[in-house]
């Protein structure tokens, strides 16, 4: 799908950037010349752009082989950075893919800048192209014949080429498991249950060769993971605990135990959301999809580090079966719960996931889970929340998040939150404080099934999905985390 080259060859599609410049240089100069000076012109009459993110597309059958130039404006190049790389290749190759061109050549090296180097901007090309290009898998019956997508990218650079198609590879490969992850948010809660989701892990740990486990209800009824169980209790779909090992190390320790919410549809129980609140809740699976994201990119990529991950999965129903408020429950950890909000399901089935993750030898655990609305009110759509009970865990997370181009941000976890989480005259914890400061109350509840491990919660109930498109994608399932969740494992891997 990408390949690096030294020599150009011939092809109808070809891509250059463009920094805001007196002088044109380079391969742009050299294409200029072989246009008799046409581009200079162009930007000079203002048909071209060398603003950041604008693309221009120039009809050119006067440069030997090529039909069509899509010149990507890159600003200033002093302060192009790795993040603007991606947005201006996101932009191009969204409107190439959108011209329905199957080949594209693109001069790497018209990209390249103080800080960003060849590596830096195949990584950003690959991923950028993977993510723009991404379409919904949706169910309408389509008239038309299906349209084929942007196929093979050559890219045409001076620099190592090894190193390149490397760097290619990785962005590809980070841009692809995003991708795979968003397909499972938007999945619909009928197509897409607990079992579904469990064959979908064990597929990837069948072409991966992770070590897979796949607890029934039976085997949770005598581990008594009393968590999870009570959110399946309302539901005639059986409920899973997924679990994947990737060993990368002679050794399983060290290992990073990654836990996502598996919630394959929230109705919010016989706390019943209302019929505004309830749509959209085939997403409250995002945290299980970002871990299988990961674990996607971990299986390609193989770095030297163990890796666990954690997945309880269930949908959260109404029957007369179903848990109700007041009742009291016993998790995997032997710690009592009363229910105060049967909405308030995710902590309980992510509870016993990270005490299942401990029993599996995690030395550090980071949850992913779209947790709670609090979130949303607190942060936006645009950023993750997070707590942590270990703040050098939580810095190492922070930059990986900074790398892969995530935002995150940390809320407190206060001794006095804690004493609301324990208020309760029945058992050791209660589910839901009230609504002052609710994400806090989420995540701090999950500090105390984490308890000594070091530990980082990642709210993604604001970043999971999108309600509008832009250059990255298409409204919907955003595949947030996976790229973070990677940079975590690799950084790592690479510190050890
Ligand atoms: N899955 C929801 C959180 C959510 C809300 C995700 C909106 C995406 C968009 C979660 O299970 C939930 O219902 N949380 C409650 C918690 C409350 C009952 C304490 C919430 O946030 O309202
Ligand atoms: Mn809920
Ligand atoms: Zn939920």
């Known amino acids: 799908m990408f390949y690096a080259f030294h020599d150009f060859e011939k092809n109808e599609t070809l891509m250059i950037g463009l920094f805001k410049k007196s002088q044109l240089n380079g391969k742009a100069e050299e294409i200029d010349r072989q246009l008799n000076g046409q581009l200079t012109q162009l930007l000079k009459d203002g048909d071209v752009s060398s603003t950041k993110a604008k693309v221009s597309k120039i009809f050119t059958p006067s440069l030997p082989g090529v039909k069509r130039l899509y010149v990507v404006g890159l600003g200033r190049e002093a302060e192009f950075t790795f993040e603007d790389a991606k947005h201006c290749f996101a932009e191009a190759i969204q409107m190439i893919h959108k011209d329905r061109k199957q080949e594209l050549t693109v001069c790497l090296d018209t990209f390249v800048s103080d800080r960003v180097n060849a590596n830096d901007a195949a990584h950003a090309l690959a991923e950028s192209a993977m993510l723009s290009s991404y379409e919904v898998q949706d169910y309408k019956h389509k008239s038309n014949e299906p349209e084929r997508p942007l196929e093979n990218v050559y890219v045409l650079t001076d620099h190592d080429l090894k190193e390149v198609q490397a760097s290619l590879h990785v962005g590809q490969v980070y841009g692809h498991a995003t991708n795979s992850a968003r397909t499972l948010v938007n999945m619909p809660g009928n197509m897409l249950t607990a079992t579904d989701l469990a064959s979908y892990a064990a597929e990837l740990a069948a072409k991966y060769e992770f070590e897979c486990e796949i607890l029934e209800k039976e085997e949770m009824e005598e581990l008594g993971m009393g968590g999870l169980l009570a959110v399946n209790q309302g539901s005639s779909e059986p409920p899973k605990m997924i679990v994947l090992k990737y060993q990368g190390k002679e050794t399983w320790d060290d290992v990073i135990g990654l836990v996502g919410k598996g919630i394959t549809f929230d109705t919010g129980g016989y706390s019943l959301k209302t019929k505004d609140g309830i749509v959209g809740m085939k997403s409250d699976m995002g945290g299980a999809a970002s871990v299988l994201g990961a674990m996607e990119a971990i299986g390609e990529l193989r770095p030297e580090q ?141 500090g105390e099934f984490a308890e000594q491990t070091p530990w980082v919660h990642l709210d993604i109930a604001g970043t999971a999905t999108t309600n509008k498109s832009t250059c990255f994608g298409p409204k919907g399932g955003t595949g947030v985390m996976v790229r973070t969740l990677v940079t975590f494992v690799e950084r790592f891997a690479g510190n050890m």
């Open 306 to 446: 163990n890796v666990l991950a954690v997945i309880p999965s269930t949908d959260n129903m109404i029957s007369a079966t179903a848990m109700k408020p007041d009742d009291v429950i016993v998790s995997l950890s032997g710690k009592t719960i009363e229910i105060l909000n049967t909405d308030a399901e995710g902590r309980l089935a992510l509870a016993d996931g990270l005490t299942y993750a401990k029993h599996h030898g995690a030395s550090m655990l980071i949850d992913v889970a779209t947790l709670t609305g609090g979130i949303i009110v607190a942060l936006g759509t645009e950023t993750t929340g997070a707590m942590t009970n270990h703040e050098p865990l939580y810095e190492e997370l922070r930059q990986a998040a900074e790398e892969a181009g995530e935002a995150i941000w940390q809320l407190p976890i206060t001794e006095k939150d804690k004493k609301r989480v324990k208020n309760s005259q029945m058992a050791d914890l209660n589910n839901s404080p009230g609504r002052e400061g609710h994400a806090i109350m989420a995540g701090t509840f999950l």
